[in-house]
């Protein structure tokens, strides 16, 4: 039910700039439709197992997972930009972020580690790549593009250039699960071991212990810091700066790295100087955030800002502050705003949520937990901009050539077992109880289920109208143009308001949509702020607990979702960096709704199946979801 035809993305003109890269596989189409049928048995399972009572559940994942290699072969180059590929032309210098950990362990790690205490994780498919997935590398001049007007690589190294290392959408949309002997990758499925708010709360620490203007010095007199740096990178073995990036040849390592050195070790103040500038606004937004009565200003009451919060983030709130913060600093007025008043614009609650999965985009016609942005090219772009921050830095070919590719990602299907018969029972009491709501493509908004409300409600009319003005300027080219694939030629950056974000202001307008619930199993924990650890408790809301942790990805199939006891906490901390303990008392975290029985279309639909007497169909409902 949630398969896109993959192959369709092999027409495309867009694409076309894939066979540059020697790929568009061809599948032979009787074997593509054979493998598809299998797994979009998904879809129908009762029909599926009465036909053919000897299926079993490992034949229907093998095709989905054939189905997702399909997509994978027939769009090489969407999904080497998903998972990679810098959202926007700036960010922190490579050689700058490639030192760093030699330079500060206590705040990046070891130089070993990669990382990998943020939540990040070497790519699978890459095992060489200079970065762990999700760290992305683009150069400063943009796109190498063809005649054609369509990118023929991420980085043109023919330019001496710097290289600027940013977020790819991999970095928390590309997860993984723990199967014991092996580690699994899921394209698409929410990262719930990355901790960005430790990743830019790493950057405060830079600039709060080393990056004082006497730490950096001048370019006559360059201080410690400004002084270590240049000798680290001068330390590294040849090629350290060049090994390893996207289609680098190895004729071009060598002038690449060079280039690397140069422009850091020529230009390190000035580099310091903006790095200590720009995470300076970060600072001043935090600031305003954590002001008594502001949106992350409720003492213990507040979930904190520094991290311990893997796999969530406050897409907009924080946008908003960094919004408010980026102009002040521009007019030369950080003082006066940080002295004022708290902006009318700035929630005075914490609107954080979970980040979601991103496969089956053609089934979302409304994305966002709010159902706010409509248009699916818009929703990446709204998902760039907070990550690049200056609008006109952002990456729109980026954003058309990721939103074809997620049209028709398939969700990543249960890799334990399942018991068939069983799920074939559950998925009629889904089609009873859930499927009126969670079907494609349903833009309707639900309040009554009376999830916590704050991220419905980031937006006032003055952060509504902050947020479009910022969208349309993110969307800077207005002559920026694609093909989608549907063939139909897109111009995205000329659309009006009204067809780029919903208005949220009003208090009618606001909810949750009630998304397809593909791939469930892997969305863990549940809900828009991630406040329930498992399916289980969903379903049984009076088991759901207080606290639980975050971060872990090994699985508890019982209960269907991550393992998740806090008093688990020691045990798992030690094995996955960034476990922490989500405590469902604090601010926007609440763990309240989806836990009574409601009416939609005149009929009741069971969402609290605690009664002991509906235990086998409890049971059965679990097993189907854990097929979706
Ligand atoms: C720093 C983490 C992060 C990065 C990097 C990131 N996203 Fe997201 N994304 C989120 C979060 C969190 C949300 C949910 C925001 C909300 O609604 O509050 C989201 C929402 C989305 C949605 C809406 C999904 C739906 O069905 O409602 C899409 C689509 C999306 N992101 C695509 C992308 C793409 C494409 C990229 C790269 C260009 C990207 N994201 C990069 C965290 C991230
Ligand atoms: C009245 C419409 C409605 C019905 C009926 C309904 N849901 Fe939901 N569901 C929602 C909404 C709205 C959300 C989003 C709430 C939020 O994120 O705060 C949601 C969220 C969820 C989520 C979390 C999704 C995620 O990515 O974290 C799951 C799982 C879920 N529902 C399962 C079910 C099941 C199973 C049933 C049937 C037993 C069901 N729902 C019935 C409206 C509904």
């Known amino acids: 039910m949630y398969q896109a035809p993959s192959n369709l993305f092999c027409t495309v003109s867009l694409i076309t700039a894939a066979t540059l890269f020697g790929v568009c596989a061809t599948i032979s189409e009787a ?136 977020f790819a959408c991999g970095a928390c949309h590309s997860g993984q699960i723990d199967l014991g002997d092996r580690r699994q990758t899921m394209d698409g499925a929410p990262n719930t071991q990355f901790d960005v708010r430790k990743w830019r709360n790493a950057f405060s620490a830079l600039r709060k212990n080393y990056l004082s203007e006497a730490q950096i010095g001048t370019v006559e007199a360059p201080g410690v810091t400004t002084q270590k740096l240049i000798q680290l990178v001068r330390s590294k073995p040849k090629g350290f700066f060049a090994q390893g990036l996207p289609q680098i040849k190895d004729d071009q390592i060598a002038a690449v790295d060079a280039a690397q050195r140069a422009i850091f070790t020529q230009n390190a103040v000035r580099i310091l100087t903006g790095l200590a500038q720009s995470t300076g606004v970060r600072a001043a937004a935090v600031e305003l955030q954590t002001r008594p009565g502001s949106s992350y200003g409720h003492g213990d009451g507040s979930p904190g800002l520094a991290g311990f919060s893997a796999g969530q983030s406050d897409g907009s709130g924080d946008l908003l502050a960094d919004l408010i913060a980026g102009k002040a600093a521009r007019d030369g007025k950080t003082p006066v705003l940080l002295a004022g008043p708290l902006p009318n614009a700035l929630p005075r609650f914490a609107t954080v949520t979970d980040a979601p999965a991103v496969w089956n985009q053609g089934d979302r016609s409304v994305g966002q937990w709010d159902g706010s942005v409509l248009e699916r090219f818009w929703r990446n772009v709204a998902a760039q901009l907070p990550i690049v921050g200056a609008a006109e830095k952002v990456d729109l070919t980026n954003a058309a050539i990721v939103a074809e590719y997620l049209t028709g990602l398939p969700a990543a299907p249960y890799p334990l077992d399942v018991d068939l018969t069983k799920a074939a029972r559950g998925e009629a009491l889904f089609a009873e109880n859930c499927g009126s709501c969670h079907r494609p493509r349903n833009e309707s908004r639900y309040p009554e289920v009376r999830t916590d409300m704050n991220r419905a409600r980031v937006l006032n009319a003055s952060g509504g109208a902050m947020f479009l003005a910022a969208f349309q300027a993110a969307c800077h080219d207005p002559n920026f143009s694609y093909t989608d694939s549907y063939g139909r030629h897109q111009k995205p950056c000329t659309m009006p308001g009204y067809r780029i974000l919903r208005d949220t202001t009003q208090a009618a307008n606001q909810g949750y949509i009630a998304p397809p619930l593909d791939g469930i199993w892997a969305r863990a924990p549940y809900l828009h702020n991630g406040s329930v650890p498992t399916l289980a408790h969903l379903l049984k809301p009076g088991t759901r607990p207080t606290t639980f942790l975050r971060g872990v990805i090994a699985y508890d199939p019982a209960n269907v979702g991550w393992v998740w006891e806090a008093e688990k906490l020691k045990t798992y901390s030690a094995r996955y960096p960034t476990v922490s303990i989500h405590d469902t008392r604090r601010d926007g975290w609440s763990n309240r709704g989806h836990d009574r029985n409601v009416v939609v279309e005149g009929r009741v639909r069971r969402l609290d199946w605690s009664d002991p007497k509906s235990s086998n169909d409890f049971s059965a409902l679990l097993e189907y979801l854990k097929t979706l």
């Open 31 to 166: 074997n593509a439709n054979k493998v598809e049928d299998l797994c979009s048995a998904r879809g129908e399972l009762w029909i599926a197992v009465t036909a053919q009572p000897e299926l079993t559940w490992q034949e229907i994942r093998s095709a989905c997972d054939a189905a997702i290699s399909q997509s994978k072969a027939a769009n090489p180059l969407g999904h080497a930009w998903f998972v990679n590929a810098g959202n926007g032309f700036v960010g922190v210098p490579l050689a700058l972020l490639k030192v760093l950990p030699d330079f500060a362990p206590e705040i990046w790690g070891a130089p070993d580690q990669s990382f990998a205490s943020f939540g990040l994780f070497p790519d699978p498919d890459l095992p060489n790549r200079i970065l762990p997935r999700g760290l992305g590398v683009t150069g400063a001049l943009g796109r190498p593009m063809g005649a054609d007007g369509q990118p023929t690589g991420e980085i043109d190294y023919a330019q001496p250039q710097p290289l600027y290392v940013t």
